[in-house]
C-alpha cells in the first residue's frame, strides 16, 4: 500500500504536496513522519516554517538550520528552546 492509501488520501494530493501545488497540513506532517520511521521529518515537509510550529525540535541534532533571514529578524536570547516557546535556546545555529 502506498503512502496515499496509507494517510487515506488520494494519489493526486501526494502530487499536489510534492509539486507545491497545496501545502501539507501541520496534523498531516506528523502523520507522515510517524508512518515513513522518520524517513522523511516534518521539517522536510515544512522548510519554511517547522521551528514556529515545532519549537520543540529547534536543537534536535539532525534539524536543518533556521534560514538566516529568520534567525537574523530574532533579537538575540528569543529563539524559542527545546521546551517551547517559554524556553529560549542559545543553541541556534545562527548561519
Do not use: Y
Not at 496509507?6 to 494519489?11: K, N, Q, R, S, Y
Not at 501541520?26 to 513522519?33: A, F, L, P, S
Not at 519549537?55 to 539532525?62: K, Q, R, T, V, Y
Amino acid at each position: 500500500m502506498g503512502l496515499a492509501g496509507i494517510l487515506g488520501v488520494t494519489p493526486g494530493l501526494i502530487s499536489q504536496w510534492k509539486q507545491g501545488v497545496r501545502p501539507i497540513k501541520v496534523e498531516r506532517c506528523v502523520e507522515i513522519e510517524r508512518v515513513t520511521n522518520r524517513q522523511v521529518m516534518r521539517w522536510d515537509l515544512r522548510p519554511n516554517d517547522w521551528w514556529q510550529i515545532w519549537p520543540e525540535l529547534i536543537d534536535h541534532p539532525d534539524a536543518p538550520p533556521i534560514p538566516k533571514s529568520v534567525v537574523s529578524a530574532i533579537p538575540d536570547g528569543l529563539i524559542p528552546g527545546p521546551q517551547g516557546l517559554g524556553s529560549f535556546s542559545s543553541e541556534v545555529q545562527r548561519g
